[in-house]
């Protein structure tokens, strides 16, 4: 069983982060509780240094905007602050804290880059420790309070090894030649913002069989789901677990104008129509007045359509990552996305330099291949059908980006 100390004060806090301020690297956690309230929130933050283990619990000071003496830790460029899997740790500390990020590492991208075939955190202590942590509280109710000894000694693993793994980690990137790429997509992710989190009044066309139903039923669906989310709102719950989604397309297709009726449907327990029966029914009244009009057609995308040339390129392109993306023992989504594939085959760049254009391109990945790949495509033949000239092809300027010690990135 871990050893922690709880904070659960404001002196208490503010004690703690100026200590921390104080360390080289500080590893963090969350926990929030998206699983059991319709606002979310943070819940708990658990730190670990290489002398101590911190359970801070917001909820006893008042809620997470008390979490503000961290402030000045996660800003510092001089404290490596680790996350595992930190995009949705940074998230809900972004939007519950206003908090800026200075010096992450991030133990889950690091393991991607380096192309671990399992990159959870129980894997990669597993794998470098020999210890197993326990996965027993991973649906806990971290707003619940107390917190009992099995949810407090399950958060605290996770921050206890993070510090040794980093090391483990930074080592292999190193050796690898990837440090860099690493720090590349942890400045991505620090940078990151995400825009305010806004009801989908359109939402019930996303539930799996909406689309197969008639435009009456359609329309009584659309009624049900705004309905739903009025109530969850109002006890604060998760829309999912006040009535379910396949309950809603039976009460659509069925449309039960009766309590008696009503409760004929699976998933409509006596206790969901005390609490929301009425609401219900004039749901299913209010849809079934009149049919549902067009359906909207869903919003784009972005991507473009691809024409016999850049469906050429983005070929030759997914031909290339194949055999790279084996050599270098990495996921081919994590070395280059299809999307970014794409917009490089849109682009069809002649020089590097072309690349600082596109959107959403890493610039680890274009150091390390781009010279490579304007080579590819500017060597290109252009498929039979295509008027398009070929154009001359530019050598590379130095060594090719797969290799290399850490010096040359």
């Not at 806004?198 to 996303?206: A, E």
């Not at 995308?301 to 050429?312: F, I, K, S």
Request: with cysteine; charged share 30%; proline share 6%.
């Amino acid at each position: 069983m871990a050893d922690f100390e709880i904070i659960d004060n404001q002196k208490d806090l503010e004690r703690l982060s100026n200590s921390l301020l104080r360390e080289k690297s500080v590893a963090f956690d969350t926990e929030a509780d998206s699983f059991y309230h319709y606002f979310d929130k943070t819940c708990l933050v658990q730190v670990a240094t290489p002398t101590g283990c911190y359970l801070i619990d917001p909820l006893a000071m008042g809620g997470p905007a008390n979490l503000a003496p961290l402030a000045p830790v996660f800003a510092s460029p001089d404290v490596q602050v680790i996350f595992h899997a930190a995009e949705y740790d940074l998230f809900v500390l972004k939007r519950d804290c206003g908090f800026a990020f200075a010096n992450v590492f991030d133990t889950m991208l690091s393991a991607q880059m380096l192309g671990y075939s399992q990159v959870g955190l129980a894997a990669l202590i597993e794998h470098h420790f020999g210890i197993k942590l326990a996965k027993d509280e991973q649906r806990s109710d971290w707003s619940r309070r107390p917190l009992s000894q099995s949810q407090l000694s399950y958060a605290a693993s996770d921050v206890l090894y993070l510090i040794r793994l980093v090391e483990n980690l930074t080592a292999e990137l190193k050796q690898a030649g990837r440090f860099s790429w690493a720090e590349d997509e942890f400045r991505t992710l620090m940078a990151r913002e995400w825009p305010e989190r806004l009801f989908d009044d359109l939402g019930y066309l996303k539930i799996k069989g909406a689309r197969k139903l008639d435009m009456d039923a359609l329309a009584v669906l659309k009624q049900l789901y705004l309905a739903r989310d009025r109530r969850a709102r109002e006890i604060d719950r998760p829309a999912f677990k006040v009535i379910g989604n396949r309950t809603l397309l039976e009460i659509s297709e069925t449309r039960p104008t009766t309590e008696r009726t009503m409760t004929r449907i699976s998933g409509v327990s006596d206790l969901i129509m005390r609490r929301m029966g009425k609401e219900l029914l004039e749901a299913v009244e209010k849809g079934s007045e009149k049919p549902h009009g067009p359906i909207p057609k869903p919003e784009s995308t972005g991507r473009r359509r691809l024409d016999g040339r850049t469906e050429y390129r983005l070929g030759l392109l997914k031909k290339w990552r194949a055999p790279r993306s084996v050599e270098l023992k990495m996921d081919p989504g994590v070395l280059c996305s299809n999307a970014s594939l794409e917009t490089i085959a849109f682009k069809n760049p002649e020089q590097v330099s072309d690349f600082d254009e596109l959107p959403g391109m890493k610039r680890w990945f274009v150091g390390a291949f781009g010279e490579e790949i304007v080579q590819l495509l500017g060597e290109a033949s252009p498929p039979p059908e295509s008027s398009e000239p070929r154009r001359r092809s530019r050598r590379p300027r130095g060594r090719r980006g797969g290799g290399g010690s850490e010096g040359e990135d």
